[in-house]
């Protein structure tokens, strides 16, 4: 994987823990993902997002259920600690100080 698509996977992967984390009861559908993540900025497919909340799933950041066209999403304890930076993954950006 070359360095700007590793870049912006874990842009990607906080993007998506960020918006859980701030939603109600921690939850989204995998369609408002993707148009969450275009309008910050980090250019997605529905299948990147997919690909990018299973292996979330895979890390403990999310839970999720998978009802053919739509995928249900909900952040973990783990997840929402990721997004709010108090704690770390190697595979995910780090949120800047104060955002």
Request: hydrophobic share 40%; net charge negative.
């Amino acid at each position: 994987m070359s360095d700007y698509v590793s870049t912006l996977s874990k842009h990607r992967r906080l993007t998506i823990l960020k918006f859980l984390a701030d939603s109600p009861e921690y939850t989204s559908n995998a369609s408002i993902l993707v148009e969450v993540c275009n309008q910050f900025g980090v250019t997605s497919t529905r299948d990147q997002v997919a690909g990018e909340v299973a292996w979330l799933k895979e890390q403990g950041m999310v839970s999720f259920d998978d009802h053919g066209d739509f995928i249900v999403v909900s952040a973990t304890t783990r997840g929402v600690e990721i997004a709010q930076g108090l704690a770390r993954h190697a595979g995910v950006q780090r949120p800047r100080p104060g955002v």
